[in-house]
């Protein structure tokens, strides 16, 4: 509270407490188990974690995108704006999705429709949320093509998505995305699919849209290099919680949870001496079988008996710098 | 599996059509220790008796009780649609696997085979076959198996296509594993399911087709006791002693259409399943 | 120790697709010359579509090379006929990448590992059990779990046992197809330092195919970059990160993401997109996107050729 006074940093979007179940044949799964996430104006937040950790749903949950069976959400608020989410009516929320908070997939030959011109994808989307006549509306689809890099945009916009090659279809994507001039971008690994050179093309584009046109994004990604790259704060998860969040060169430079520091390990360095890579022994739990206690500790370095019986608590140990292990409680 | 079983539950269809088929199954297997009278023997006297007291579904024109011919046909009817459906998977799956897996001329050989088994109207295809083999119970259920067997076929065909194209297939070859081998356990063990599930819908079938056969005289010949006999000896008697007609053919029904939710409810159950890992 | 144990001269596969008009001929692997040393890792880079598991299943003979050599300690291995292959096969082996569809769900990990011996002979009814209780000591995998199923085990383990199967025959060369590729970040490092202990432990000759170039120059001694269908650089790992001379290479090393906050490299962005490989630029395949087209470029294609020492590049900027 009082760093954001102190920094003059209003909050966009404020999660508080989220815990999401998801109920299948085989029991209960509790995908999100408590998450407060805060990101505020003008920022680029990142949201790491590996496979089953919740990131997606997360972003998922924010937009209202869960399917209702099997997925719950059980408790939380989700506050954008002023409004919580959770509570305000579908037709409101319709507004909200692709107007004021625009998401962008993984997959981008899966999220444009096959049957329909990339052209006319983007003009309904614009004519959708901005209420523009069919001839505006074509002009601004022009004016956004160009401004995401996309060469001849004039001719692009009679093109079917699968003449496109999958860095064009994301450029697509993101152009649809921002065309409404969302107040939140979020973009579920946007690059995960791609070539190393066509990632390094759209996290390029990315970069120069976030002087003009991007004003705040959650980026979820299991690459923390992606996020060295574009975000100022990152938030780390892992099965369901977020266990660490700080400014970006704080969390690099110091990492206070041990998987956080494991996750960094992990990444190959261009001047290792050894044939060798760091990990995290074990593997990720079975989100049926949670272990009790800290849900990390049977593969922590520095479990304690405490880890064991205790789920520790998201405090903020330095400044500015939040961290949920019994490393740090006081 | 506990997990298919509690979603099995969740749908009603899905636990009438369980219930029913319990049931019949239950009376072909211990229906013949409850009930005390022949199926054969008649009671002239007692003829075309309304279901009442001794007689829970009446008599027939030869004074036989309903209700014990309707269990011995249960015997019958359940057995002919499982050995049916046993030469038809045995045929199919071979011809699938060997189709699917060597592709190519001796595919097409065996699919444009098949197709034109399946051009055939099925009962041009069981006429034909009975004529040869002469109207018996062993005929039709030849006769339902061969015609079965291009829908196990291409079925079989369509998983090994899909089989084939894996990594532990192409894993499989490198350690140096002989085609047949291959085969029998890396693809035939990996297509089970899908066999198994159709299973319950093409018995469903056989039932039917094969009171069908019996119904028009083709198959199992009076004065045995079957559920499509007893429908066409029935039809006589429609207007002064419509349960004669109607358990039998009712017992038909439900046996089939049980059989029928079921596969269906195994079908939608499972599939997605099988695309996730 | 320094004997070339794989060789491939001229290695090219072609895949005709469509007939009559629409005829096109993909150019997967265009022509590949490379040895690899007796114990050695070769890690060969591209991204996707270059030819770079094509070139993979080629040497081993999974798929079929249109045109070109392959030698095995010498053996010319396209002379072998369908039973000979089958019986060379001890001697190389693969894993693949994705290590939910690489284990027959249907067997249990004992049948996984121990059908090669089996089919092979190289072991009779209790010592193929204890074989492949060694093997899957030798993955850190607990052997009381051997008759278990697949789906039983994370996608780390599964690897691990993909690896102990490969190792069943005692092969000395093995193709690792994306090993780590389908893992999470957390458990890359299992795997690939199990594969470096492994590697001095029965002294194997690594062929490393991968995307990942970080990982890559980790675990290899000698990398070649691939670019639709050719090679486009080959050097030892050190050498081609350290001075790299092909226009892509320095492209692919400046587009890795990098966790070094503090530097301040200038990234190079390459336009355009990776050609099709059924309708191929002419003269150099790259010159579409390079920063440093010359009208040679446009008409030419360049050979790989010996620049200095191990080092080759196809470029006419460094001849």
Known sequence: MIREILQNQEILLDIKNLILNFYTNRGQITALDGIDLKLYKNESLGLVGETGCGKSITALSIMRLIPAPPGKIVQGEIFFDGKDLLKIPETEMRRVRGGKISMIFQEPSTSLNPVFKVGDQIIEAIQLHQKLGREKGKRKTVEMLEKVGMPDPKDIINRFPHELSGGMQQRIMIAMALSSNPKLLIADEPTTALDVTTQAQILDLIKELKKDIISSMLLITHDLGIVAEICDRVAVMYTGNIIEHAELKTLFKSPLHPYTRGLLDAIPKMNAHKKELGFIPGTLPDLMKLPEGCKFNPRCPHQMEICLKKKPELEEVKEGHFAACHLYSI | MEGYLRALFKNRISILSLIII???????????????????????????????????????????????????????????????????????????????????????????????????????????????????????????????????????????????????????????????????????????????????????????????????????????????????EGREYLLFAPYLLFFPALFVCLTASAFNFLGDALRDLLDPRLHMR | MNQILIETKGLKKHFAIEKGKNAAVVHAVDGIDLSIQNGETFGLVGESGCGKTTVGKTILRLIEPTEGQIFFKGVILLSLDKRELRHFRINMQMVHQDPFASLNPAMTIKRIIGRPIEIHEMAKGKEVKEKVDALLQAVNIDPGWKNRFPHEFSGGQRQRIAIARALALNPKFIVLDEPTSSLDVSVQGQIINLLVKLQKEFRLTFLFISHNLSITKLISDKVGVMYVGKLAEMATAEELFKNPLHPYTKALISAIPSTDIDSKSRRIILKGNVPSPTNLPPGCRFHPRCNYKMPLCEKEEPKLLKVNGEHSAACFLSD
């Open chain 2, 22 to 232: 319990l049931f019949v199954i239950g009376l072909a297997v211990f229906g013949p220790y409850f009930e005390k009278h022949d199926p054969l023997e008649t009671h002239m006297a007692k003829m075309l008796r309304p279901p009442t007291g001794e007689f829970p579904f009446g008599t027939d024109a030869l004074g036989r009780c309903v209700a014990s011919r309707i269990i011995y046909g249960a015997r019958t009817t359940l057995l002919a649609g499982l050995v049916a459906i046993v030469i038809g998977a045995v045929l199919g799956t071979f011809l699938g696997l060997v189709s699917g897996f060597y592709v190519g001329k001796v595919d097409n050989l065996i699919m444009r085979g098949l197709d034109v088994l399946l051009a055939f109207p099925y009962f041009l295809l069981a006429v034909v076959i009975v004529a040869a083999l002469g109207p018996s119970l062993n005929s039709i259920m030849i006769a339902i198996g061969i015609w079965e067997m291009p829908y196990y076929a291409r079925l079989v065909r369509g998983s090994v296509l899909s089989i084939k194209e894996k990594e532990y297939v192409e894993a499989a070859r490198m350690v140096g594993e002989k085609d047949s081998s291959i085969l029998m356990y890396y693809i035939l063990p990996n297509c089970i399911s899908p066999i198994i599930i159709m299973s319950t819908v093409y018995y469903a079938w056989a039932i039917l087709m094969a009171s069908t056969l019996s119904f028009l005289g083709l198959g199992v010949q009076p004065p045995a006791p079957e559920w499509g006999v007893m429908t066409a």
